[in-house]
């Protein structure tokens, strides 16, 4: 059974940071994309980040380059996800998804098993 936890999800101010963390188990695929969701109150879930498993290449959406980062521990299955500079506008339920698919990453559609979600909450 394929099981996905994240976890440091908290309450921290603007300009503050926070990591992420989302370990992966019972997965026995080895070329797959760990992406970083959120989605905030009121508004649809969006894609933030992802990183190729096998050649651990990353990506971004707009709204976070150069403030967040992605990164991977493969002996621990384990991804991160180092948000700095938080703003306000970063608040939201954050999900971490596994995917084997070669579609863009941000489908969230070819994602095929997701964790329970961490709330991050950055106040002005």
Not at 104 to 109: C, F, G, H, L
Request: hydrophobic share 30%.
């Amino acid at each position: 059974e394929v099981q996905v936890v994240e976890s440091g999800g908290g309450l921290v101010q603007a300009g503050g940071s926070l990591k992420l963390s989302c370990t992966v188990s019972g997965f026995t695929f080895d070329d797959y994309h760990i992406g970083w969701f959120r989605q905030a109150p009121g508004k649809e879930r969006e894609g933030v980040s992802c990183i190729n498993h096998r050649d651990r290449s990353t990506y971004y959406a707009d709204s976070v380059e150069g403030r967040f980062t992605i990164s991977s521990d493969n002996a621990a299955n384990t991804v991160y996800l180092r948000m700095d500079s938080l703003i306000p506008e970063d608040t939201a339920v954050y999900y971490c998804a596994v995917s084997t698919s070669n579609v863009a990453w941000y489908v969230q559609s070819e994602y095929d098993y997701w964790g329970q979600g961490t709330q991050v909450s950055v106040s002005s």
